[in-house]
C-alpha cells in the first residue's frame, strides 16, 4: 500500500501565505514567524512531494503551476478549518481579525482615516493594518487583503469593483483665502497655484471660461495626499477631488474657490482575493465602505 503524504498544517498554512504573498519575508510577516522558518517549511513540503514548488523571478517567489493548483485547494480547506475552530469558540471569548490593507494616499488621508472610528465601533472584531500606496501602478495584489488602488485588477481570482467617480474642484485654506483678498476664479493667475504632474491647471481655466496659461512656477506634487496637505498648509490654491476634501470643506479648513469643476480622470477600485480566508471580514468592510462612500 502506498503511504499517504501527511504533511504538517503549519507548513501547509506557510506554503498558502508564501504563494499568495509571492514572498517568504511576507508570508513570515502576516504569520509572525522568521523568514528561515517559512524556507524551512516550504523545503519539507518540497522534499516530501518530491517537487520544487517556487522559483525566484528577481525579488518574487514564483510558485510553480503545480504550487498554485495546490494552494488554491488549500486555501478553502485552511478557510473551513479557520472557521470550524472560531465556531468551537466559547461566545465569551470573541475572535478577532487583522485585515491588511493597501489604500490611495490621497483616499486614505482624505477620506478613510477620518472614518476609522467609525469603521471599529461598528466592527469591532475587525482590526485593520493600513498601509499607503502612491503609485499609479498597483502592487501585487496578494500583498494584501484589501486593495483600494487606480487600477482594476484584471488576474483571474480577484474581484474588483469601482468605488466611486469624482470630479475636481479648485481650493484653498482659509487662511491663504483672507491673505489674498478673497481670491476667486476672476484672481487666480496673480494667486500661487499649486501643480500636480498627472493633471493641468489649462483644463480647469477652459472649463471657467479663463484664458490663463499654464502656470510655469510654484511647487509640483506627484502624489495628491502632498498636495492636499499643501492646499491645507495654505501654500496656494490646489485642484482636488470634490468628495476627498468634502470633510475639510465642512470643517473650514479649506474654502472653495469658485464653481468650476472638471471630471476626475482616476477611478478608485476596491479589489480582494475571491476565496480569502478572511473573506467574512473583507465582505463586512466592503459593504461598509461602499454604504459610507455614497453618502452626500
Known amino acids: 500500500m502506498i ?58 517567489m514564483r510558485p510553480t503551476p503545480v504550487c498554485v493548483r495546490l494552494t488554491a485547494r488549500l486555501r478553502q480547506s485552511l478557510a473551513d ?18 485585515l491588511q490593507l493597501s489604500v490611495m494616499g490621497d483616499f486614505a488621508n482624505a477620506w478613510l482615516i477620518p472614518r476609522l472610528e467609525d469603521f471599529s465601533q461598528a466592527h469591532s472584531d475587525i482590526d485593520l493594518s493600513l498601509k499607503v500606496h502612491t503609485e499609479l501602478n498597483p502592487p501585487d495584489p496578494n500583498s494584501a487583503d484589501i486593495g483600494i488602488w487606480h487600477r482594476r485588477i484584471e488576474e483571474g481570482g480577484f474581484r474588483s469593483i469601482r468605488l466611486l467617480q469624482d470630479r475636481v474642484i ?35 481655466f477652459q472649463a471657467a471660461g479663463l484664458k490663463h496659461g499654464e502656470p510655469q512656477h510654484g511647487p509640483t506634487f506627484s502624489d495628491t495626499a502632498s498636495l492636499l496637505n499643501a492646499a491645507l498648509a495654505g501654500q496656494g490654491v490646489a485642484m482636488l477631488r470634490e468628495r476627498l476634501v468634502r470633510p475639510y470643506l465642512r470643517s473650514g479648513a479649506l474654502v472653495k474657490v469658485g464653481d468650476t469643476h472638471i471630471q476626475a480622470n482616476l477611478d478608485y477600485y476596491m479589489t480582494w482575493r475571491e476565496e480569502s480566508p478572511r473573506e467574512g471580514a473583507i465582505l463586512r468592510f466592503a459593504e461598509w465602505l461602499r454604504h459610507h462612500i455614497d453618502e452626500p
Open 170 to 204: 479648485a481650493v484653498c485654506s482659509a487662511g491663504f483665502q483672507a491673505r489674498h483678498s478673497l481670491v476667486s476664479l476672476d484672481t487666480l493667475a496673480s494667486v500661487p497655484l499649486l501643480r500636480f504632474e498627472t493633471r493641468s491647471w489649462n483644463e480647469f
Open 81 to 98: 478549518i479557520d472557521l470550524a475552530l472560531d465556531e468551537a469558540r466559547s461566545d465569551s471569548i470573541p475572535s478577532r481579525q487583522r
Open 3 to 60: 503511504s499517504k503524504i501527511r504533511p504538517n498544517l503549519t507548513a501547509l498554512r506557510a506554503l498558502e501565505v508564501a504563494a499568495r504573498r509571492r514572498s517568504f519575508t511576507s508570508a513570515a510577516d502576516e504569520l509572525c514567524v522568521t523568514h528561515s522558518a517559512i524556507s524551512h517549511q516550504i523545503r519539507q513540503l518540497e522534499t516530501l512531494l518530491g517537487m520544487v514548488l517556487f522559483s525566484r523571478v528577481g525579488q518574487e
